[in-house]
């Protein structure tokens, strides 16, 4: 259900992976503690690479990889954690009790959650939708607000991220 906040959906071209990398870095500073981005599209649609470019603008070095047998991948930044889960090999959402699923989502933690639709019951809610899908030989992103938090922080995408 979209939140009644003013704030539209957004979509943007990604010809090219620097473009999906660019999207993750404009998001970056705008996800505040508490923010919950659910993640989706097929496989090869970029779903970690937008990640990456979210966790490459928040400072994090070293690789960043898709957290595909682990679950859940933790980045510490000092004043926040983010939490990148890829949930692609669940095999039932009850699972996620088993990791401790409720501990990650707080008000100190952003939380980037790949595969949302396998942990469907077990995850909260979330305030922005990210939906990736290969078009021509890029992609493209549709960018949902789904709180009134997604909300603000599509209005301010917009105004950063404008196309000509």
Not at 28 to 46: F, K, S, T, W
Not at 113 to 127: I, Q, R, T, Y
């Amino acid at each position: 259900m979209r939140p009644d906040n003013g704030a539209e959906t957004i979509r943007r071209e990604l010809p090219e992976e620097a473009a999906t990398l660019k999207l993750g870095a404009a998001l970056a500073p705008l996800l505040e503690g508490g923010a919950v981005v659910h993640i989706q599209g097929e496989l090869g649609a970029g779903k970690t690479t937008l990640c990456r470019g979210i966790l490459r603008a928040l400072g994090v070095g070293g690789a960043v990889k898709s957290p595909t047998f682990t679950l859940v991948e933790p980045y510490d930044l000092g004043d926040r954690q983010i939490y990148h889960f890829d949930l692609y090999r669940l095999a039932d959402p009850s699972e996620l009790e088993y990791i401790g699923i409720d501990d990650y989502f707080g008000e100190r933690q952003v939380c980037l959650v790949e595969w949302p639709g396998k942990g469907e019951g077990f995850l909260p809610d979330c305030d922005l939708e990210v939906t990736l899908e290969v078009a021509g030989g890029g992609r493209s992103a549709i960018i949902q607000p789904r709180s009134d938090k997604g909300g603000r922080i599509c209005r301010e995408l917009a105004i950063t991220t404008q196309e000509p």
